[in-house]
């Protein structure tokens, strides 16, 4: 019932885009890269300077980066083998210098200050785990209807499948299945954010479902037909890691982490037997100013921890400040910290755990206890032992954990305390045979420099009133 491309293809009597038509290696790049390692990056908003960047997520064969002086509205996600992204001490050796990012938040004159505080101490990404960028193909050899997998750049977390809408000489229009026109962009054919059929499941990275409006047709084509033009990566989705790309597309409202956008229903027309050249139904969002009923998210598929919930937006926050105001985020929150030094048990991988954040949130308690839970599960030798410890809740947020070749999901309790957070850690924790692993507060065994600038910035502390 899980979503998997080969039966995907035969019910929407589609083909995959050829892995030639992309810019993309044909074997992904490995990522090891971890949280707070620093490196080069051209600023998205100025690309004629260089900026330090810091690691701040980990998904696949991507990274979430945040430039060292700007805030979390602006962060932004590059393949571990861009061409953007460097080790620290290329710019100065191409005889370049570093310069602060768009809206730098301190005065200009303190950046080389600011600079060499930032460097000093901090953990450089190594020159061995970046990776050359792949040529770009020699042409446009996208045709309409042709299947892909895309970043959604409305909500850059999510990789969807999507379809060729259009092809405009070195552009192509992006549609994305199920889903209302207003996602759709047109980019260059050598994007770097579209990839080839099956290149989650190769990397690891979370596929999100197609929405609930994909029009199959009645008359599939053959299989050998379907299948004649299969890239290479294809045949990856058969294996277990298939089976964790999505939930039920009849099932799946919205796209995770979408509160405000919902799906409206309209009727659809159903196609022609001719399903060449297949184009994908565009959709129609509502009229402006009309009150949109939110609909009920059954099964959503589960996102990381590291990467899937939106932090508190710390624009407006001072560099310098202490805590973060409650009116920056939602309230309550509440921030849990992660003890790296403790005993992780027999059941945690501790260099796993050693890749993990200093703390989960501020955020909603709900919010970062599926965090630290879920961060649990991904550190586990066998995820099946740790979901065994926990029981279906309702109305909290859904974890996930790969076993048996399959992905299994269930609902966390609702909270909405730290108190409860910590019980319920506690107690999973406890059978895990590692305790002392989260808390309320810093841990004093790790030293000042183990933490990022962020989170002495990050700490919500306000009078201790969760």
């Given amino acids: 019932g899980h979503f998997t491309w080969e039966k995907y293809l035969k019910e929407t009597c589609a083909i995959p885009a050829p892995a030639h038509c992309f810019k993309q290696s044909y074997t992904p790049p490995a990522n090891e890269f971890k949280i707070s390692m620093k490196l080069e990056a051209q600023d998205p908003r100025n690309t004629t300077s260089t900026c330090i960047a810091t690691v701040v997520g980990l998904t696949g064969a991507r990274l979430r980066l945040r430039l060292d002086g700007s805030d979390n509205k602006n962060d932004f996600w590059r393949l571990v083998d861009s061409a953007e992204i460097q080790p620290i001490g290329n710019c100065e050796k191409n005889g370049g210098m570093l310069q602060p990012p768009l809206g730098f938040r301190l005065n200009a004159s303190s950046w080389p200050m600011f600079l060499l505080k930032t460097l000093n101490g901090a953990e450089m ?65 050598d994007s770097r954010d579209i990839f080839p059929v099956g290149w989650c499941s ?41 089976h964790q790309q999505g939930q039920r597309r009849r099932k799946t409202g919205k796209k995770r982490g979408r509160t405000t956008k919902t799906l ?17 139904p565009r959709k129609r969002g509502p009229k402006p100013g009309s009150k949109r009923k939110p609909r009920t998210l059954l099964n959503p598929a589960p996102t990381s921890p590291t990467t899937s919930t939106p932090e508190p937006d710390t624009s407006t926050v001072p560099q310098d400040a202490a805590t973060i105001p409650s009116s920056a985020m939602q309230a309550p929150t509440v921030c849990i910290y992660l003890n790296k030094n403790g005993s992780t048990g027999p059941h945690l991988d501790k260099k796993k755990i050693q890749q993990l954040p200093d703390h989960f949130g501020p955020a909603r308690a709900s919010v970062v206890l599926q965090q630290a839970v879920q961060a649990c599960i991904d550190c586990a030798y066998h995820q ?83």
Wanted: charged content about 20%.
């Fill in 125 to 189: 990404a190594p020159v061995r785990i970046f990776h050359k960028e792949p040529p770009s193909p020699s042409q446009n050899f996208f045709k309409t209807g042709m299947k892909l997998e895309a970043v959604d750049r409305k909500n850059p977390h999510f990789i969807c499948p999507a379809t060729i809408g259009e092809v405009r000489g070195s552009e192509v229009l992006i549609t994305f299945d199920g889903w209302r026109g207003a996602f759709d962009y047109w980019c260059r054919y």
């Fill in 202 to 242: 190769l990397t690891g990275d979370n596929l999100q479902p197609p929405g609930t409006k994909v029009v199959i047709p009645k008359s599939p084509l053959p299989a050998s037909e379907v299948n004649s033009e299969k890239p290479s990566m294809h045949s990856s989705t058969k294996t277990g890691l298939g």
């Fill in 264 to 280: 409206i229903h309209h009727p659809m027309p159903t196609p022609s037997k001719s399903v060449e050249p297949l184009k994908f």
């Fill in 384 to 466: 099946k032992t740790v979901f065994s410890f926990l029981k279906q809740g309702h109305g909290g947020e859904v974890i996930s954990a790969v076993f048996d070749r399959e992905q299994h999901t269930l609902n966390l309790p609702a909270v909405n305390s730290i108190t409860y957070v910590l019980r319920f850690l506690e107690k999973l924790c406890h059978n895990l045979r590692s305790d002392n692993l989260f808390g309320n507060q810093p841990f004093t065994q790790n030293s000042h420099m183990q933490r990022s600038h962020q989170y002495d910035h990050d700490r919500y502390l306000p009078g201790r009133s969760w």
